[in-house]
């Protein structure tokens, strides 16, 4: 299976690119010569086939020479890089159905089949096989680890199978005689799932329908080849051996014995159903004309709508790319193998985590009606792509699981229903989010129980503001310092050398992350001075007194014993 990759501005040029001439060994140059076809327009057709092999060192004299047409301008882009798609794109869908009618298989003596095929023989069935053209509508998705197919839980197979007979050998000698002749060839083709077989079909070419597909099933198509013979017999009556001839009549049997072979193919895919979709709409009280939403598609998405004009994009693009082991078809019989380019030219659309987080597309930032708050999911190791293909993934990504908007401009009204699409095309499910939360307002008071010269305990208490309920989530950070709340909506920390005023702040749990949203809340408090009790600055007075006066009045006897001359506080 497989993925995608990013969009970029590119204005490059190129030559002719050797990927639209014909190579030899019956190889198909990678883009059909035969297109555009069956409705497509050129540049959709031009960009459908990422796996081409792009031009480099192109230059701007190169690329806009002699492009007399947009068309032109298009084929030479494309051929200079690879240009993603933003949503699975429906004209792949259109070419598969189209070139699957072109298919020819092989008369009674060859099979035509794809390089790819897994050929199997029987008794006079020779060379069967049956494969799966494409699997409608469906989109490999590119991971780390290698590719997942991912299908819709209803929708189609085309499947193609052929064969060559040999016919037995007669005997037109001796007196039993036999001749065969091959009256008619038949082929079933059935489509089984998820333990249940869901479509039948005949001939070389059959389109098969399922339906309630889930989970991961393997999607296997059965092909039931017969062919039927008219077995003549004749015997003689009466054999001269001496002659070797019949003296008598002949008497003649005919036989219609039939020769069946089973061949078989099977894929592994993903089902990609919206069922598990949930989200809530969020109200906010400090801000009554803000609103928002959580949404959680639990699968990979494209995008999703939430009102007429506005849509969130994720991070998942696309790009359109040939099934491998198509560009050869093969034409075997009894004496040997010849190789032509192909005429049918499936095509299969991948997706890639691109570089691009996902955004809400708008004309300019004064259009932008919705914010993303946040995307969240597990964070994966980016794939690789395939050689051929220009485009650049996301190494690592976050696989967005869910998603939080909100808007000031936005009513409440268009949030009671989005829209999400899947990674598959035509893929996507309304889904009402009845469920309605409110970011509360809240009251943060902050207390210092505590204090002494050199640090201060401080109280945070956080309550709803309209109901006094204490908050017990979140966080209060005061100045440096961090504490969590407990069942009474309390918390406590202890300030070294804190200022005179404190200040704190209630971060509140991000309103998309819990079932109880708050708004965050500030607030300031004194921390007290420390003076000394009264008495105990009449305690001080009196022992400075006891201390130094004494001492104070020994030294004023001796100015004056000395006339003066110690201190000079006598006057002579």
């Not at 050797?18 to 960009?47: H, K, W």
């Not at 296997?220 to 001269?240: G, K, L, P």
């Given at each position: 299976?497989?993925?995608?990759?990013?969009?970029?501005?590119?204005?490059?040029?190129?030559?002719?690119?050797?990927?639209?001439?014909?190579?030899?060994?019956?190889?198909?140059?990678?883009?059909?010569?035969?297109?555009?076809?069956?409705?497509?327009?050129?540049?959709?057709?031009?960009?459908?086939?990422?796996?081409?092999?792009?031009?480099?060192?192109?230059?701007?004299?190169?690329?806009?020479?002699?492009?007399?047409s947009k068309s032109e301008f298009i084929r030479?882009?494309?051929?200079?890089?690879?240009?993603?798609?933003?949503?699975?794109?429906?004209?792949?869908?259109?070419?598969?159905?189209?070139?699957?009618?072109?298919?020819?298989?092989?008369?009674?003596?060859?099979?035509?089949?794809?390089?790819?095929?897994?050929?199997?023989?029987?008794?006079?069935?020779?060379?069967?096989?049956?494969?799966?053209?494409?699997?409608?509508?469906?989109?490999?998705?590119?991971?780390?680890?290698?590719?997942?197919?991912?299908?819709?839980?209803?929708?189609?197979?085309?499947?193609?199978?052929?064969?060559?007979?040999?016919?037995?050998?007669?005997?037109?000698?001796?007196?039993?005689?036999?001749?065969?002749?091959?009256?008619?060839?038949?082929?079933?083709?059935?489509?089984?799932?998820?333990?249940?077989?869901?479509?039948?079909?005949?001939?070389?070419?059959?389109?098969?329908?399922?339906?309630?597909?889930?989970?991961?099933?393997?999607?296997?198509?059965?092909?039931?080849?017969?062919?039927?013979?008219?077995?003549?017999?004749?015997?003689?009556?009466?054999?001269?051996?001496?002659?070797?001839?019949?003296?008598?009549?002949?008497?003649?049997?005919?036989?219609?014995?039939?020769?069946?072979?089973?061949?078989?193919?099977?894929?592994?895919?993903?089902?990609?159903?919206?069922?598990?979709?949930?989200?809530?709409?969020?109200?906010?009280?400090?801000?009554?004309?803000?609103?928002?939403?959580?949404?959680?598609?639990?699968?990979?998405?494209?995008?999703?709508?939430?009102?007429?004009?506005?849509?969130?994009?994720?991070?998942?693009w696309f790009y359109s790319a040939g099934t491998?082991?198509?560009?050869?078809?093969?034409?075997?019989?009894a004496t040997g193998s010849s190789r032509a380019?192909?005429?049918?030219?499936?095509?299969?659309?991948?997706?890639?985590?691109?570089?691009?987080?996902?955004?809400?597309?708008?004309?300019?930032?004064?259009?932008?009606?919705?914010?993303?708050?946040?995307?969240?999911?597990?964070?994966?190791?980016?794939?690789?792509?395939?050689?051929?293909?220009?485009?650049?993934?996301?190494?690592?990504?976050?696989?967005?699981?869910?998603?939080?908007?909100?808007?000031?401009?936005?009513?409440?009204?268009?949030?009671?229903?989005?829209?999400?699409?899947?990674?598959?095309?035509?893929?996507?499910?309304?889904?009402?989010?009845?469920?309605?939360?409110?970011?509360?307002?809240?009251?943060?008071?902050?207390?210092?129980?505590?204090?002494?010269?050199?640090?201060?305990?401080?109280?945070?208490?956080?309550?709803?503001?309209?109901?006094?309920?204490?908050?017990?989530?979140?966080?209060?950070?005061?100045?440096?310092?961090?504490?969590?709340?407990?069942?009474?909506?309390?918390?406590?920390?202890?300030?070294?050398?804190?200022?005179?005023?404190?200040?704190?702040?209630?971060?509140?749990?991000?309103?998309?992350?819990?079932?109880?949203?708050?708004?965050?809340?500030?607030?300031?408090?004194?921390?007290?001075?420390?003076?000394?009790?009264?008495?105990?600055?009449?305690?001080?007075?009196?022992?400075?007194?006891?201390?130094?006066?004494?001492?104070?009045?020994?030294?004023?006897?001796?100015?004056?014993?000395?006339?003066?001359?110690?201190?000079?506080?006598?006057?002579?």
């Open positions: 299976m497989t993925t995608i990759r990013q969009p970029v501005a590119v204005v490059v040029v190129l030559a002719m690119s050797c990927s639209t001439v014909m190579a030899s060994g019956g190889l198909a140059p990678v883009i059909p010569a035969d297109g555009p076809a069956y409705d497509i327009e050129n540049e959709t057709f031009q960009r459908l086939w990422s796996d081409d092999a792009d031009s480099e060192n192109l230059s701007l004299d190169d690329f806009d020479g002699d492009a007399e030479r882009l494309t051929r200079s890089t690879d240009t993603p798609f933003e949503q699975p794109p429906r004209a792949v869908e259109q070419w598969n159905r189209g070139d699957f009618d072109d298919y020819s298989p092989g008369d009674r003596t060859t099979s035509v089949h794809p390089a790819s095929a897994s050929l199997s023989d029987g008794t006079v069935i020779k060379d069967a096989f049956v494969s799966i053209f494409a699997v409608q509508p469906s989109t490999v998705l590119h991971h780390r680890t290698g590719t997942t197919q991912h299908v819709a839980p209803d929708g189609d197979v085309l499947a193609l199978s052929d064969y060559r007979v040999v016919i037995p050998e007669g005997d037109d000698t001796g007196l039993r005689r036999e001749k065969w002749s091959l009256k008619r060839t038949s082929t079933d083709i059935t489509l089984s799932a998820g333990d249940r077989t869901h479509d039948t079909g005949r001939g070389h070419t059959a389109t098969l329908d399922y339906a309630g597909l889930s989970g991961s099933p393997e999607v296997t198509v059965t092909a039931e080849i017969t062919a039927e013979f008219d077995h003549h017999i004749r015997e003689c009556e009466d054999w001269n051996r001496t002659l070797d001839t019949c003296r008598g009549g002949w008497e003649t049997e005919t036989h219609h014995p039939s020769f069946s072979k089973t061949v078989s193919t099977s894929r592994d895919v993903v089902v990609n159903r919206l069922d598990g979709v949930s989200g809530s709409r969020v109200g906010f009280d400090t801000a009554p004309s803000r609103t928002g939403a959580v949404v959680s598609p639990a699968t990979p998405w494209t995008t999703i709508a939430v009102a007429d004009d506005t849509r969130i994009r994720s991070n998942w491998p082991g198509w560009r050869t078809m093969e034409s075997d019989t380019a192909s005429s049918v030219r499936p095509l299969q659309v991948h997706a890639y985590p691109s570089k691009m987080a996902p955004s809400v597309p708008s004309e300019s930032e004064t259009d932008r009606h919705l914010t993303i708050e946040k995307t969240w999911g597990p964070e994966q190791a980016g794939p690789s792509l395939p050689p051929n293909v220009d485009l650049d993934t996301a190494d690592p990504y976050t696989h967005a699981e869910s998603v939080a908007v909100s808007s000031e401009t936005l009513d409440g009204e268009d949030f009671r229903e989005v829209e999400v699409h899947g990674i598959v095309r035509g893929q996507s499910r309304t889904v009402s989010l009845s469920s309605h939360r409110t970011v509360r307002e809240t009251n943060l008071t902050l207390a210092v129980v505590e204090s002494n010269a050199t640090h201060a305990t401080v109280l945070a208490s956080v309550a709803n503001n309209a109901t006094g309920d204490p908050v017990t989530t979140g966080r209060v950070e005061i100045e440096s310092q961090t504490t969590t709340l407990n069942s009474s909506g309390e918390g406590v920390v202890t300030l070294t050398n804190p200022p005179a005023l404190v200040r704190g702040q209630y971060d509140p749990t991000e309103w998309w992350r819990t079932t109880e949203p708050h708004a965050a809340a500030v607030d300031v408090t004194k921390v007290p001075g420390n003076y000394p009790e009264p008495e105990t600055l009449i305690d001080l007075t009196v022992v400075t007194l006891l201390w130094f006066l004494p001492a104070g009045l020994a030294v004023v006897g001796f100015d004056y014993i000395t006339g003066g001359d110690l201190l000079g506080f006598i006057d002579p």
